[in-house]
Nanobody, 124 residues
Framework: QVQLAESGGGLVQAGDSLRLSCAASGRTFSRNAMAWFRQAPGKEREFVGGINWSGSSIYYQDSVKGRFTISRDNAKNTVYLQMNSLKPEDTAVYYC?????????????????WGQGTQVTVSS
């Protein structure tokens, strides 16, 4: 079992930056693929980006490419989402997720463990 806890959300203005963190505990973290998803009010939960166990393969949703960066520190059991040039449409609850395998997937149903989420609100 893996427990995940997100932090770092908040209220910012358009163009600002935020860094989200996801701390993992429980079973071995270093071999899990990790991802960030987000869910805006009235919308489906969507894939933002994911990173494999070594950090050698990273994937992003097209709308965040060039603005968001995912990284991980396996020694600290933590994955990060650096968000720059934030836009009002980035407003959502952001969730950290982990798979039992080391390969990134884009579908939410492929993830086995979830955090409680952290709210990100971007004002215009």
């Amino acid at each position: 079992q893996v427990q995940l806890a997100e932090s770092g959300g908040g209220l910012v203005q358009a163009g600002d930056s935020l860094r989200l963190s996801c701390a993992a505990s429980g079973r071995t973290f270093s071999r899990n693929a990790m991802a960030w998803f987000r869910q805006a009010p009235g919308k489906e939960r969507e894939f933002v980006g994911g990173i494999n166990w070594s950090g050698s393969s990273i994937y992003y949703q097209d709308s965040v490419k060039g603005r968001f960066t995912i990284s991980r520190d396996n020694a600290k059991n933590t994955v990060y989402l650096q968000m720059n040039s934030l836009k009002p449409e980035d407003t959502a609850v952001y969730y950290c997720a982990a798979r039992k395998t080391s390969i990134v997937a884009r579908a939410r149903y492929d993830y086995d463990y979830w955090g409680q989420g952290t709210q990100v609100t971007v004002s215009s």
